[in-house]
T-cell receptor, first 112, second 114 residues
Framework: DVKVTQSSRYLVKRTGEKVFLECVQD?????MFWYRQDPGLGLRLIYF???????EKGDIPEGYSVSREKKERFSLILESASTNQTSMYLC???????????FGEGSRLTVL | AQSVTQPDIHITVSEGASLELRCNYS??????LFWYVQSPGQGLQLLLK??????LVQGIKGFEAEFKRSQSSFNLRKPSVHWSDAAEYFC????????????FGKGTKLSVKP
């Protein structure tokens, strides 16, 4: 079974704090993604990575950065959290050739 | 422009009734097609996928979907809904044979009446 593990299920942070969300896979896949999910807006792509140290901006990268130092780990960073970044964050990996995504259980972030 | 439309935001069905969730897409060529399900507070789980061949595909939990090229549709069906099927359902499309982001619909929330 594919396993995508997000380090924190629930976080509460204060405005201006730096936030790290980590995602780890056990499948050795190249492509990894970070989405945020908000009611009525569906899934929006923040960043994705297609290899170690490689990254591409998605649809809403502003206010976020990412890090991929090892193939199995893809981190999402909020340099200075704001209340409008309160959301559910989902990490996914992509199976080669077929393109299907496998998701972690999500990290629900609340910024006060 | 590439897009996925799920026309129904919220559907309520009675337990034991049949279900059909609609999905229409706009894409340059025939894409790969997916349905995902999300239970409250959880990530998305792949229900089924269509790549090629038989246009009726079977998935997990008793779900099936039919690809209709002429209608650019990939509707999800289940003959008899169970209370545990209450969740949000997402249709997604992706480019054939390549990697990259999938395009997701905004989801249909399914409620099940006892």
């Amino acid at each position: 079974d594919v396993k995508v593990t997000q380090s924190s299920r629930y976080l509460v942070k204060r405005t201006g704090e730096k936030v790290f969300l980590e995602c780890v896979q056990d499948m050795d896949h190249e492509n990894m993604f970070w989405y945020r999910q908000d009611p009525g807006l569906g899934l929006r792509l923040i960043y994705f990575s297609y290899d170690v140290k490689m990254k591409e901006k998605g649809d809403i990268p502003e206010g976020y950065s990412v890090s991929r130092e090892k193939k199995e780990r893809f981190s999402l960073i909020l340099e200075s959290a704001s209340t409008n970044q309160t959301s559910m964050y989902l990490c996914a990996i992509q199976r080669p050739n077929t393109g299907e995504l496998f998701f972690g259980e999500g990290s629900r972030l609340t910024v006060l | 422009a590439q897009s996925v439309t799920q026309p129904d935001i919220h559907i309520t069905v009675s337990e034991g009734a049949s279900l059909e969730l609609r999905c229409n897409y706009s894409y340059g060529a025939t894409p790969y097609l997916f349905w995902y399900v999300q239970s409250p507070g959880q990530g998305l789980q792949l229900l089924l996928k269509y790549f090629s061949g038989d246009t009726l595909v079977q998935g997990i939990k008793g779900f099936e979907a039919e690809f209709k090229r002429s209608q650019s549709s990939f509707n999800l069906r289940k003959p008899s809904v169970h209370w545990s099927d209450a969740a949000e359902y997402f249709c997604a499309v992706g480019a054939r044979g390549s990697q990259g982001n999938l395009i997701f619909g905004k989801g249909t929330k399914l409620s099940v009446k006892p």
